[in-house]
């Protein structure tokens, strides 16, 4: 209950706040192709219910008939506004409507498409128990996801071997010690994470030590290796 009063207390001044910026990236977007701004598609959110995420549009119209989910920064649907939204995650703002809502929350697991929680180990779908949230220690930790599918010939396998354990890991971490005082804290980190990563990453990684996680997972968050070698080479046991 104090969630969800937080959620929506927090998610009305949010949209207050921000409704001149998604006025202005939305005619923005327009003008690049008199196409809506606005991207609406399915995700499954708290206990396998699927609900429509709202998101801002930085991709070319229909982008998501490719059947490719996971997209690097040299993804040719993009279209060149989209890389500045995407930057600075300007196209998150309008899911403080689905929060509103009560589809989703401030913090949590990124929701996913179904044709990934469908490949879910009995243990990933504990992270369909929440609600899914705009952010959490793996929306940091990986804010810059498309950097690293950047060039990969098959984006969504890479996603897959590379990002998606750990994005599990960090959820699960999140459910097991969610709290408020937890939750602003990261969105606190998340703010930061756009004005400075470097600093954000230090952030998460002092809360992962307190919370006493595998070293591994916290090595990992610390990005300070070849992602792609470093990763490969550890399993994250998910539990």
Request: charge should be positive; hydrophobic fraction near 45%.
């Amino acid at each position: 209950m104090i969630k969800r009063i937080f959620d929506v207390s927090f998610s009305l001044v949010g949209l207050l706040i921000t409704f001149p910026i998604i006025v202005i990236v939305s005619f923005l977007i327009w003008v690049y192709d008199r196409k809506t701004p606005i991207y609406i598609a399915p995700r499954v959110g708290k206990n396998f219910k699927i609900f429509n995420i709202i998101k801002l549009r930085t991709m070319v119209v229909d982008a998501d008939k490719a059947g490719i989910n996971s997209t690097g920064d040299n993804d040719l649907r993009i279209i060149p506004i989209g890389k500045k939204i995407r930057r600075y995650k300007l196209d998150e703002l309008t899911q403080l409507w689905n929060v509103f809502l009560g589809e989703m929350s401030f913090v949590g697991p990124r929701p996913n498409v179904k044709d990934e929680t469908d490949l879910y180990a009995n243990d990933e779908k504990k992270l369909l128990s929440i609600k899914p949230g705009i952010t959490d220690f793996s929306s940091i930790i990986f804010s810059d996801e498309g950097t690293i599918l950047k060039d990969k010939k098959d984006p969504n396998l890479a996603y897959m071997n590379l990002i998606r354990p750990w994005k599990s890991k960090l959820g699960l971490i999140y459910i097991k010690n969610q709290s408020i005082l937890l939750d602003t804290r990261l969105i606190i980190y998340t703010i930061i994470n756009v004005i400075s990563r470097k600093n954000a990453l230090k952030l998460v990684c002092r809360e992962l030590e307190k919370l006493e996680v595998d070293k591994n997972v916290i090595e990992v968050c610390k990005r300070n290796k070849n992602v792609e070698n470093f990763i490969l080479n550890q399993t994250p046991v998910i539990k």
